[in-house]
């Protein structure tokens, strides 16, 4: 039954049966009674929640400021994601509206499982601006952090040292590297390769050199060998002029 439940959440519906499995290994059922705090804002980020039956509210409540409540959650709704993003603290409060039961999963254990899911990571780190709402500038002030992403999912033309050219999906950047769906079927893991991206017509606006990290179908990781890419100044300049040109 918690396989099926966790299978339909929309972020893990599409692990492979193994993941899943372990999954569920990782995910610990507890009890809460009604109006219980579940953590509160600048408690230690230490685990990520999934709402197995009852419901969940997330709250400010900062001194001498109305409640703003942030959101309500029912079955199959998560929250603590936040933690992904390399925050120590929690940004906001949890309390259950009811008897509550949730699933959790450590913090340390679920990362270890986005290490070895690239496209899972990818739906988390999305999801994670999504709620949170980041506009241009958190995006680029995220941009400065090494293990942090920058869910883009642009078009861009990629250019070959033969000359030749094709239309690929920027999936994210990051200090360290990038995600790419749509690239030649040749490159595998272990790659070393060399190629520019851009927008279509116009001159390349990154040249790089990197090696193939990980593939999992379409969608591949690629870690910069070049020190120069890993100047935050060089990927604040791309993530701006891919955003802008999605206005």
């Given at each position: 039954m918690l396989k099926e439940f966790l299978r339909s959440v929309s972020l893990f519906q599409d692990l492979e049966e193994e993941d899943?499995?372990?999954?569920?290994?990782?995910?610990?059922?507890?009890?809460?009674?009604?109006?219980?705090?579940?953590?509160?804002?600048?408690d230690p980020v230490d685990a990520f929640y999934l709402v197995r039956s009852g419901s969940v509210t997330v709250f400010r409540d900062a001194k001498g400021k109305p409640l703003q409540v942030l959101a309500r959650l029912e079955e199959g709704g998560f929250f603590g994601?936040?933690?992904?993003?390399?925050?120590?603290?929690?940004?906001?409060?949890?309390?259950?509206?009811?008897?509550?039961?949730?699933?959790?999963?450590?913090?340390?254990?679920?990362?270890d499982l986005l290490g070895d899911n690239p496209s899972l990571e990818l739906k988390f780190r999305a999801e994670v601006i999504r709620r949170?709402?980041?506009?241009?500038?958190?995006?680029?002030?995220?941009?400065?952090?090494?293990?942090v992403r920058i869910r883009l999912q642009v078009e861009a033309q990629l250019g070959l040292p033969d000359g030749?050219?094709?239309?690929?999906?920027?999936?994210?950047?990051?200090?360290?590297?990038?995600?790419?769906?749509?690239?030649?079927?040749?490159?595998?893991?272990?790659?070393?390769?060399?190629?520019?991206?851009?927008?279509?017509?116009?001159?390349?606006?990154?040249e790089i050199a990197g090696s193939v990290s990980w593939r999992q179908g379409n969608l591949v990781g690629i870690s910069?060998?070049?020190?120069?890419?890993?100047?935050?100044?060089?990927?604040?300049?791309?993530?701006?002029?891919?955003?802008?040109?999605?206005?």
């Open positions: 899943l499995a372990r999954l569920v290994g990782l995910a610990r059922e507890v009890s809460f009674p009604h109006h219980t705090v579940l953590f509160r804002e600048g994601e936040m933690g992904l993003l390399n925050k120590a603290r929690r940004i906001a409060s949890a309390r259950t509206l009811g008897p509550t039961v949730l699933l959790r999963i450590d913090k340390a254990d679920l990362l949170h709402g980041m506009n241009v500038s958190s995006l680029l002030s995220l941009a400065g952090q090494r293990d030749s050219r094709s239309q690929v999906m920027l999936e994210n950047l990051s200090l360290g590297g990038l995600g790419l769906s749509g690239v030649p079927a040749t490159w595998q893991q272990g790659d070393e390769v060399r190629f520019t991206l851009g927008h279509a017509g116009e001159p390349a606006i990154l910069f060998v070049d020190a120069e890419l890993e100047d935050p100044a060089v990927i604040h300049r791309v993530v701006r002029s891919f955003l802008d040109a999605q206005r």
